[in-house]
């Protein structure tokens, strides 16, 4: 099941400590493919674990430009973005610095939504400095939340206020609604809305419109050859005007919430432009967060082709996006519709792919084979083995294996073990999750 994670925004002016509060509340939990240039996930966004609580945090000061040039307006911007992609906003002010008046005009920027909106009076370090955080009360407000960042004090009771407008409870964020749940995520003007206009409306397949669990989206459901599919979020995808969607940067924000949401991820690549930076971006989001995935060039219309076009396009994109190369690729033009009804047949294949499970003797029978023929790295000498494995989980497929060494195994094994994996038992578009477990000998002891 997917889940409905809630998007907190932090806004404030520079060196208030956004980041070191994002920190604290993301942590080390994005560690993205770190080995890849320009896929590593961007530090400005990331999935917060804190204290039971779960929720996708936004330093929107991370998208600030380094000039330091006309920073109301791109303060009132980042307000902006915050008000519009978020379903509650900390603005943070710096407690030792105090109040100043650019202060004042992003807080009225903010307050004109009826978001939920917290002033996080940050570097509150001692009993002085949390006492001193009530100058922010002038701002017309009717609380103020001292915490210190750094020192991890006040965030815990935070959260809490927060919760009580925010569902930040994990076990209460699961998507229920029927259907396949379908994200159509890419960087702006790649087609995606006339993507969504093709799958909806050919055939007729469209059932209904319905109101979204997070804030103002709309989710489109379809059927195709009985199934029910929801496409998340088209009223997002859609909306042109959003400051979000004009700015590049800005964009991923949403494609980043409708990933959240969904089990099987279209990434949508305009054919003519090829594979961008923040297509790769999105991509290694989609891998990290584990969906099963499509990838969609669209505009296949618009390219001068040749009888070796095709395999030399999806060649290169493999190359650019070789940690998603078990994702299927189809060309598409969304405005003429070409190949457009093939895309819920390739979503139905990966999604059977995401839910398959596989037995534990015919695992075995494989793991025994590919290890044979490829030990693991060795450790001092010592050979590293791998005794025995199963599936404990689908969506996506977890397998857990027993070695003696397991801290020996790097990514590039792991790379070796999934394309072995994929090569017997298929598992086409869906990223496969090896979890690690120690065991000393594979002897069994004598009573």
């Not at 807080?107 to 009993?127: G, M, T, W």
């Amino acid at each position: 099941m997917s889940e409905n994670l809630p998007v907190l925004a932090i806004v404030g002016r520079p060196n208030v400590g956004k980041s070191t509060l994002f920190n604290r509340l993301v942590g080390r939990r994005r560690a993205i493919v770190d080995d890849i240039p320009g896929v590593t996930r961007d530090r400005n966004y990331g999935t917060a674990s804190y204290n039971n609580y779960e929720f996708l945090a936004i330093d929107t000061g991370g998208f600030e430009p380094e000039s330091k040039e006309n920073l109301l307006p791109q303060m009132r911007q980042q307000a902006q973005l915050a008000v519009e992609e978020a379903d509650a906003v900390l603005f943070m002010v710096d407690t030792q610095e105090g109040w100043i008046s650019s202060d004042e005009e992003v807080y009225r920027i903010l307050s004109r939504s009826s978001k939920p909106l917290y002033v996080v009076a940050n570097k509150a370090d001692n009993q002085r400095l949390s006492d001193q955080s009530s100058e922010f009360y002038q701002l017309g407000v009717e609380e103020v939340y001292p915490v210190s960042a750094q020192q991890n004090n006040g965030i815990t009771e935070l959260l809490n206020v927060v919760h009580l407008r925010v569902n930040l409870d994990p076990r209460k964020q699961k998507d229920e609604s029927r259907g396949i749940r379908v994200a159509v995520v890419g960087k702006p003007n790649a087609g995606k809305s006339s993507l969504v206009n093709s799958l909806m409306h050919a055939n007729r397949m469209i059932v209904d419109s319905v109101a979204g669990t997070t804030r103002d989206s709309v989710d489109s459901i379809c059927r195709y050859h009985g199934q029910d599919f929801v496409l998340v979020d088209t009223a997002g995808i859609r909306r042109k005007a959003k400051v979000s969607q004009k700015l590049e940067t800005y964009s991923i924000v949403s494609a980043l919430k409708a990933i959240e949401r969904s089990e099987v991820v279209l990434l949508v690549v305009d054919a003519l432009e090829g594979v961008t930076e923040q297509v790769m971006r999105v991509a290694g989001y989609a891998n990290d967060r584990q969906r099963a995935l499509v990838i969609v060039m669209n505009k296949w219309d618009l390219v001068e082709k040749h009888s070796a076009t095709l395999e030399q396009v999806r060649e290169r994109v493999y190359e650019q996006l070789y940690f998603i190369d078990f994702a299927p690729i189809i060309f598409v033009s969304a405005l003429t519709n070409q190949r457009t009804g093939q895309i819920f047949e390739k979503v139905l294949e990966v999604y059977e792919q995401y839910n398959r499970r596989v037995q534990t003797s015919d695992l075995n029978a494989i793991l025994e084979m590919v290890v044979s023929q490829h030990p693991p790295p060795a450790k001092g000498g010592r050979p590293t083995k791998i005794y025995f494995g199963s599936q404990v989980q689908v969506a996506p497929p977890t397998f857990v294996l027993m070695s003696n060494n397991p801290d020996k195994t790097n990514r590039a094994y792991e790379r070796y073990l999934s394309r072995q994996l994929r090569s017997h038992f298929g598992f086409a578009g869906v990223p496969l999750k090896l979890v690690w477990r120690k065991r000393e000998s594979n002897r069994v002891p004598h009573s």
